[in-house]
Nanobody, 111 residues
């Protein structure tokens, strides 16, 4: 069973930045890509960004140019750098890896 530990969320003002981290246990990290999802209150969970095992990336249109996903295979960790945050980015963010979900970490964008 893979365990995922997320960190880095919190409260930020509009226009601000946050970096989320998702650390995976075990030795499978380099064998799979990882996704970041988010779920806003009253809405369905949506895919925000993904990074493949080879490092190629893809983003939801709503975050293109503002969010960057990256990974450090040596640390078994994937990052989501979020910049120019907007109130509509407010949500609980989840990482997803090899059939496993992280616990979710809240991000609130508010003045």
């Amino acid at each position: 069973q893979v365990q995922l530990v997320e960190s880095g969320g919190g409260l930020v003002q509009p226009g601000g930045s946050l970096r989320l981290s998702c650390a995976a246990s075990g030795s499978m990290f380099s064998a799979y890509g990882m996704d970041w999802y988010r779920q806003a209150p009253g809405k369905q969970r949506e895919l925000v960004a993904l990074i493949s095992r080879s490092g190629s990336t893809n983003y939801a249109d709503s975050v293109k140019g503002r969010f960057t996903i990256s990974k450090d295979d040596a640390k078994n960790t994937v990052y989501l750098q979020m910049s120019n945050l907007k109130p509509e980015d407010t949500a609980v963010y989840y990482c997803y890896f090899a059939g496993n979900w992280g616990q979710g970490i809240p991000v609130t964008v508010s003045s």
